[in-house]
């Protein structure tokens, strides 16, 4: 009886909907018989993976509070208050790890198999932008952690920006909210990470697996055996009528093999190894951190690390263009002739200079131990002229000043930050009380000081800002007398 209904309702959404109707050609449809192979699953294992990132994340949003005081503690809240909180985290964390991985091996294969040649331009190029939503996504995933590292990270990575010329200033606002790191920004990163990228990554995911759909899986590529437009599509054709498989089960049967082995080692791993930080209360004032990327970008890390820092800019800015635009010309660049990869040997030495390279990068990122040379964005000296003929508590004060990074946020002499004033004359404008409050308790975007310096370096760091006057002005001076009252 209860069979009998269940089918008496199928019956009727089959009807209303269609849908078995629609998609059963689609599970049947025949694909060339040696793609029913495990070199043809990372694709599927990759959306296996997306999948496990939508659930872990929905789960991960009905706990996390993106407000810039308040993240940190319900993060801190699931790894340690709520049940099983820290196993979710940890699969969110180690999911988003593998996915970029797998997707990484999914691009590798199509690449060597020659699946990005005619006529499955447009596939591959909805790949590259797939590709950039992940990325996306694992770095702004990285900033909700709303951690030391993120905010750090943040800072370099803004640091950078503001250094492209002209659009600089602008680019830093639209990718921090305002001229600081603070409530805007995560709000910004929360409304991309949650709402944008992953709608783009669902559409473009949409129209990818659709062009696989219409223009059939790759054929196992047979050296000596030609792409030519005129006569590929025929020939493919004649070659899945002759020898095809159905998809479903035989090929499908691979697929859902590996998608349950990736699912299985990142439950495994965030098993075993937890979940990834938070690694400290973000605070500006503490200047002692090493901020890490997650592995993903860690190449880049060291990349940038390692090259002289002139050449940041020019790298960041030009990179990105560089690279992705090749990816997208590819398929046009060498869109027919040979597939396998036997015959491709420059492609191949390509692939895996590039994977040696990125490789060795990650390497040294783990290990480093240097921290990246960002001019604009650490303990830029003094210059001399500002130190020149100061007395020995003065000079103290000026290295306070350097070691404690004021210059992100406050020029001297044109160099340094730009979101405090400019330092240069700021004794003729403020008081030594001033200046000593400002320092404690900061205010007005700035942060207070009053944990992270001893007395001693807030008396030599007011000493020598005291010294900040241009020669003509005098320094400011609390006016002396009953109307102002003892301050
Ligand atoms: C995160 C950025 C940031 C850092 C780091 C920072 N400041 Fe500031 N600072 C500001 C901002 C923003 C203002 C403006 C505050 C306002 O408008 O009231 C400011 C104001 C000041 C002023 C008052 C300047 C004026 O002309 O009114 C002084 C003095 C000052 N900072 C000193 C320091 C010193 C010394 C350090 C290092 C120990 C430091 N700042 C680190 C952002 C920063």
Redesign the pocket.
Same mark, same amino acid.
């Given at each position: 009886m209860p069979m009998r209904f269940a089918t008496a309702i199928a019956k009727w959404l089959e009807d209303r909907t269609g849908l078995g109707a629609a998609l059963t050609p689609i599970l049947g449809h025949t694909v060339p018989r040696r793609t029913a192979s495990f070199w043809y699953v990372f694709g599927s294992s990759t959306l296996a993976l997306f999948a496990l990132q939508v659930a872990t994340g929905v789960c991960l949003a009905l706990v996390y509070v993106p407000s810039a005081d308040q993240a940190y503690q319900s993060l801190v809240y699931l790894n340690h208050g709520a049940h099983l909180g820290w196993f979710l985290r940890a699969a969110h964390f180690w999911g988003s790890n593998a996915m970029v991985l797998v997707l990484v091996v999914h691009m590798l294969q199509v690449f060597l198999f020659g699946a990005y040649k005619y006529p499955r331009e447009l596939t591959w190029i909805c790949g590259v932008f797939l590709l950039l939503c992940t990325l996306g996504m694992a770095f702004t995933g990285q900033v909700l952690r709303w951690d030391q590292d993120a905010y750090w990270g943040l800072g370099i990575g803004a640091s950078i920006a503001s250094r492209a010329p002209g659009i600089g200033p602008g680019l830093v606002h639209v990718l921090l909210g305002g001229? #600081? #790191?603070g409530g805007r920004t995560l709000s910004r990163f929360f409304t991309v990470h949650v709402f944008l990228v992953p709608a783009l990554l669902m559409a473009l995911l949409g129209l990818h697996l659709w062009l696989v759909l219409r223009l059939g899986v790759n054929e196992w590529p047979m050296p000596g055996r030609l792409v030519d437009r005129e006569t590929y599509r025929k020939r493919y054709e004649e070659e899945v009528q002759r020898d095809g498989v159905p998809f479903f089960p035989l090929a499908a049967r691979k697929d859902m093999i590996a998608m349950a082995a990736v699912v299985l080692a990142v439950l495994v791993c965030a098993a075993l190894f937890g979940p990834h930080g938070p690694r400290g209360f973000p605070d500006?004032?503490v200047i002692d951190t090493a901020p890490r990327p997650d592995f993903f970008f860690l190449w880049l890390f060291a990349l940038f690390a390692l090259l002289p820092a002139w050449t940041e800019t020019f790298i960041l800015l030009v990179g990105p263009v560089v690279a992705i635009g090749f990816l997208v010309a590819l398929p046009f660049l060498s869109g027919a002739g040979e597939k396998s990869w036997l015959r491709r040997p420059g492609s191949v030495l390509a692939a895996l200079l590039i994977l040696l390279a990125i490789g060795t990068l990650t390497g040294l990122g783990t290990t480093s131990p240097w921290s990246p040379l960002m001019d604009g964005w650490s303990a830029t000296p003094v210059p001399p002229i500002y130190v020149k003929g100061r007395s020995a508590l003065e000079l103290r004060g000026a290295l306070? $000043?350097q070691f404690?990074? !004021?210059r %992100? !946020?406050?020029s001297l002499g044109g160099e340094g =930050?730009l @979101?405090?004033?400019?330092?240069d004359g700021?004794a003729s @404008? /403020?008081t030594r009380d &001033? /200046?000593i409050r &400002?320092?404690l308790q =900061? =205010?007005? %975007?700035?942060?207070a000081?009053g944990k992270n /310096?001893s007395p001693a370096e807030v008396t030599a $760091?007011v000493a020598f800002?005291q010294t900040l006057h241009p020669v003509d002005e005098p320094v400011a001076r609390t006016a002396a007398g009953p109307l102002l009252g003892p301050r």
């Open positions: 001229p #600081i #790191i500006p004032t306070v $000043l404690k990074q !004021c %992100n !946020c406050h =930050g @979101r405090g004033p400019a330092l700021v @404008r /403020l &001033q /200046l &400002q320092v =900061g =205010g007005g %975007n700035m942060p000081y /310096l $760091l800002m």
